[in-house]
DNA sequence: TCGATCCTGTAG
DNA sequence: CTACAGGATCGA
């Protein structure tokens, strides 16, 4: 369940776990979409790189990897090959016996092999990385002017800004006191300036946490490290009002938000 | 811009 | 049993 922060985390531990491997074989169980992965084998390990949710395993040869862990992915090198779960839906064996796998009980997740020369096409569409110099509240500003759609949507489909997800996506909004059914080019100058700041942020904030849970033995989902102040809480009081959250839907998805602190 | 879709798991 | 899940895409 992975928004950049977890994303980045998990690109960094790939990064020092499997770094100048080389790929000996690659295989799949059910996968509903794992193009040319066979093109892997007998190639290196260069690097990972993390773009928007995306991951890319730089690989010898003039090629990447393109992974995208959906709702429930998770990359991660594990000891050995042989002795992968079932919910692992794509995997390359390792020279040294070891495990690169796309673990995703949901198998929503993709894997896809690429020349170096197709990156752009593959990432095309992709808004401005939000820890780049680049990203400013003017930027935002001039992006939000342009769009009809609600705030909080607007927000999450990665077209102006990457990263966020239905939590952060929530929690910025929250934090800027704006709310989420607000057409993008209908929120103020002064909550985008707001906003831009509750991005980083909280984003910031976020890929610590998400590098320590990363950390832990048992990895994954072992709670809660960042502390929310909206999503899941329907019902439960605001932590600035006392008023009680609430839970709307919102482009299929459920959005929370305190409907007096974020009224406009 | 909504709804369906891709999948499986879990909570109520 | 139904509803919903930290994502994204597609067609109407």
Known sequence: MPELPEVEAVTRKLQAAATGARIVSSGQYRPTSAAGIRKAAGRSVLGFERRGKNILAH???????RVHLKMTGNFQVIPDIRLRPLTVRVWFGLEDGRGLVLDDPRALGR??????SEREQVLDGLGIEPFDPAFTAGY??????ASRKPIKPWLMDQSAVVGLGNIYAAEALFQARINPETPARDVAARKLTRLHAAIGEILQVAVKSAIIA?????????????PVAVYDREGEPCFRCRTAIRRIPQA???TY????CQSA
């Open 257 to 260: 938000f305190c409907p007096r």
């Open 59 to 65: 690989l010898s040869g003039e090629a990447f990897l």
């Open 111 to 116: 894997v896809s092999f690429h020349a170096s």
């Open 214 to 226: 990363y950390e832990r033995p048992g990895g994954f989902t072992e709670g809660e490290l960042f």
């Open 252 to 254: 299929g998805r459920s």
């Open 140 to 145: 935002l500003k001039s992006l939000a002017a």
